[in-house]
């Protein structure tokens, strides 16, 4: 991305010391800061190649968010014959996947802060829904460690797997609220050395997140009571908070909603919906500044192996962010 940057002849291109990438197109006060996260939730070594038809592009990470970064450098192309009256930045950040912990954002928003007249993040799949609320997140580990032992002579010592299977079952029987929507998800478990083996060790983690940070708070709670046990004798639990996502929102009626609404609407020529998630806007919505989360195009099977994005509305969707960008970056500070 960085040579990418360069080659599209912008200005100040740069890595920061925790990865981001960052390019100027145009000078002026009250920035536009655009984004797009350069991770993906897969592994290295995860295989890369797409299927590719006249409709759609079909791989890992070819939404979400490939398309996001190759839309940022076809803005950095585009955004010339005029020049932005403000200074426009594009930026793709680290950290927005996984435990990442929107680090790459959080630097973001340091470098810029409250200046920028608006901050937008690019995902590849999200065209049609404009994202103006951040929905919290915390995410836990829990490692348990008991006495192991032969599957056979010890035949009755506790397992570490089974307090962590019978401890998921516990969370999974929560009652999870519908109304604000609230979600637990029990992405990763392991431990134990071999199948004759009580198992010794193992951990496993877990994520909470809501529409509401109050409701968020409260089933937390919930989890946090279950995972304090009781735990048999010879049992050791550790629980650790491994990420937090913060909470925020901008006004319907902010202004770079409207302006993003009504743009969505003229290019594409239906309505935007309003829409939460967790994205690289989460950072500046919580410290209240204004921010926004759109897509580039529609797409499927996000976070899996067939992961796809439809090519025929990349037309509108580009162009209405295109338009939108230029849109913001002529309004005089």
Not at 81 to 88: S, Y
Not at 101 to 126: D, H, K, Q, T
Not at 200 to 208: G, Y
Not at 222 to 236: D, M, R, Y
Request: net charge negative; proline share 6%.
């Amino acid at each position: 991305m960085q040579a990418l940057f360069h080659h599209s002849g912008l200005s100040e291109v740069e890595i920061d010391s925790v990865g981001n990438v960052y390019g100027r197109r145009g000078a002026g006060p009250s920035p536009i800061v655009l984004v797009a996260h350069l991770d993906t939730v897969f592994p290295a070594a995860t295989d890369l190649r797409l299927t590719r038809s006249r409709q759609r592009w079909v791989g890992p990470g070819v939404g979400d968010n490939a398309l996001g970064l190759a839309a940022l450098v076809e803005l950095a192309m585009d955004l010339t014959h005029p020049e932005p009256e403000r200074a426009v930045w594009l930026v793709c950040t680290v950290g927005e996947e996984g435990l990442g912990n929107l680090r790459g954002m959080a630097r973001v928003v340091e470098r810029f802060g409250a200046a920028p007249a608006a901050y937008i993040a690019l995902e590849g799949m999200s065209l049609g829904h404009i994202y103006t609320r951040a929905y919290p997140i915390r995410r836990y580990r829990v490692q348990v460690e008991g006495p192991g032992g032969h599957a056979w002579i010890h035949a009755g010592r506790a397992s570490a797997i089974n307090q962590l299977l019978r401890l998921g079952g516990r969370l999974l029987d929560l009652p999870l609220p519908s109304d604000p929507k609230t979600s637990l998800n029990i992405g990763q478990l392991a431990g134990g050395t071999g199948v004759n083996a009580i198992a010794r060790q193992a951990w496993m983690e877990l994520e909470i997140r809501s529409e509401d940070g109050g409701q968020l708070a409260e089933f937390s709670a919930s989890v946090e009571g279950e995972l304090k046990g009781p735990w048999p004798e010879q049992v050791e639990v550790e629980v650790e908070v491994i990420g937090v996502r913060p909470h925020g929102a901008i006004p319907e009626d902010h202004p770079l909603v409207q302006t993003a609404c009504r743009v969505h609407q003229e290019v594409c020529g239906r309505p935007a919906q309003l829409t939460g998630g967790s994205t690289d806007a989460s950072l500046p919505l919580s410290l209240g500044y204004p921010a926004i989360c759109v897509g580039v195009t529609t797409g499927r099977n996000a976070h899996t192996l067939m992961e796809s994005i439809d090519l025929q509305p990349l037309t509108c969707g580009y162009a209405s962010l295109l338009r939108l960008v230029r849109e913001l970056s002529t309004i005089r500070a």
